[in-house]
């Protein structure tokens, strides 16, 4: 019996002293792999907010596939309420919202949403990066209606349905709606057609002065910018989108979208944001 014993009593020892060695070397693995995470880069350092402003015949709605892809990047996002009366006006309202958020900002714009990020920015050392989605890059001096109608291809104004209205000081006014039998075609032909009705049914209208209104400043001529330019746009036509883009020295990525390309290509619109983000931080 004792022969017997003795050799497991052995293996015994041995099987503990190997299970001892290798939970130390588990442990020590463990260790270090904790330290080489918290010693590299994080994917939860601190990222820039991502400031979504939209334009005419649109809300906040409408950015809601790519904020959903932002936020599972875990990019902190605001869909500003852009009033849609004037882009010196409206960029106060988009300022005061940048003002109230801690640290950096890339600011989103599409289509008449350029215009008024490329005020609300001028001289903000908070917003890093501008992003122009189908949008207008003015320079001083010129209008959203003067850009539009710089090269053939824009069908919206036969679309537009007018309303007029008072302003509080009693001077006659006029908001600008598309008709929504026509919405569909004009604004997002590349959107399934029951949520391009829903789009429509719930657009908001833009001040026929907003887009006769000269921009002032223009914030792409001292910050990056990168520009989706949209080839099947009936609202800006391609020509006058590539024109301000290269103007704006913008990085471009162009997709065979309609003007609602945010909610055809949220995937792709998004990419460009995250783009703009990283390659700010980098700097």
């Known amino acids: 019996m004792v022969d017997i014993r003795r050799p497991r009593t052995r293996r015994a020892a041995r099987a503990i002293t190997a299970t001892t060695a290798a939970v130390a070397a588990g442990s020590l693995a463990v260790a270090c792999t904790a330290s080489t995470t918290h010693a590299g880069p994080s994917e939860d350092a601190p990222k820039p907010t991502i400031v979504l402003v939209h334009g005419a015949f649109a809300d906040g709605s409408s950015w809601n596939d790519v904020i959903d892809k932002l936020g599972k990047d875990r990019y902190p996002v605001v869909a500003a309420a852009n009033p849609l009366r004037g882009p010196a006006a409206d960029a106060t309202t988009v300022r005061g919202?940048?003002?109230?958020?801690?640290?950096?900002?890339?600011?989103?714009?599409?289509?008449?949403?350029?215009?008024?990020?490329?005020?609300?920015?001028?001289?903000?050392?908070?917003?890093?990066?501008?992003?122009?989605?189908?949008?207008?890059?003015?320079?001083?001096?010129?209008?959203?209606?003067?850009?539009?109608?710089?090269?053939?291809?824009?069908?919206?104004?036969?679309?537009?349905?007018?309303?007029?209205?008072?302003?509080?000081?009693?001077?006659?006014?006029?908001?600008l709606y598309i008709q929504q039998g026509k919405f569909h075609d004009q604004f997002a032909a590349d959107v399934p057609a029951d949520r391009a009705a829903l789009a429509a049914a719930a657009q908001r209208p833009i001040a026929q002065a907003a887009l006769e209104e000269k921009a002032t400043v223009a914030a792409w001529t001292d910050k990056p910018s990168w520009d989706v330019v949209t080839t099947q746009d009936f609202n800006i036509p391609v020509a006058a989108q590539r024109f301000m883009a290269e103007r704006a020295h913008a990085q471009v990525t162009e997709v065979a979208a309609s003007h609602s390309v945010a909610v055809s290509h949220p995937d792709l619109v998004a990419d460009v944001i995250e783009q703009a983000a990283r390659n700010t931080a980098a700097h």
């Open 97 to 175: 919202l940048i003002s109230h958020i801690n640290g950096p900002v890339i600011l989103v714009g599409h289509s008449y949403g350029g215009s008024v990020i490329s005020t609300a920015a001028a001289g903000s050392d908070q917003v890093k990066a501008l992003v122009y989605v189908a949008a207008f890059l003015p320079a001083p001096g010129e209008t959203a209606l003067e850009l539009t109608g710089k090269f053939p291809g824009s069908t919206l104004p036969a679309t537009l349905d007018p309303v007029a209205y008072t302003n509080t000081d009693g001077s006659p006014g006029t908001d």
